[in-house]
């Protein structure tokens, strides 16, 4: 999908990706030397209370970064990376730590209803 808009892009735009595990260097293999920006994880639009990284790459000026925060923060808290490797440490916690404490409150729901004779 991403090559089909690759040319649409307006020369002072930027891609803003959502796309869980594609790197900028990946992003930018496909669409050439753009602004890129990624935003990880993307529960936050979900619920509108998560926490949001954001890494943009170097093409990427203070304004853009500025919109896309804005734009981001409608749907929880965001916050601007300084490299790219945060977004991962970040998604271990912001995207993967809701689903473990689901898992323990499943865990728990289950093991409640144990009848004891």
Sequence with gaps: MLP????SLKP????????????IDQITGIVGEKVIVRV???????VGLGVSGLYANA???????????????????CILLSSE???????AISGSGPG????????YVLGSQVYWV
């Excluded at 990427?60 to 929880?76: R, S």
């Excluded at 490797?85 to 998604?91: G, H, K, W």
């Excluded at 473990?100 to 865990?107: A, D, G, L, T």
């Design 100 to 107: 473990y404490i689901f898992e323990v409150m499943r865990s």
């Design 85 to 91: 490797d945060e977004i991962d440490r970040l998604t």
């Design 4 to 7: 089909e808009y690759a040319f």
């Design 59 to 77: 093409k990427c000026t203070e304004q853009q970064k500025t919109e896309v925060t804005k734009l981001i923060a409608e749907m929880g808290t």
């Design 40 to 46: 990880m994880p993307n529960l936050a639009a979900m």
């Design 12 to 23: 002072q735009g930027c891609f803003v990706s959502i796309a869980v595990g594609c790197s």
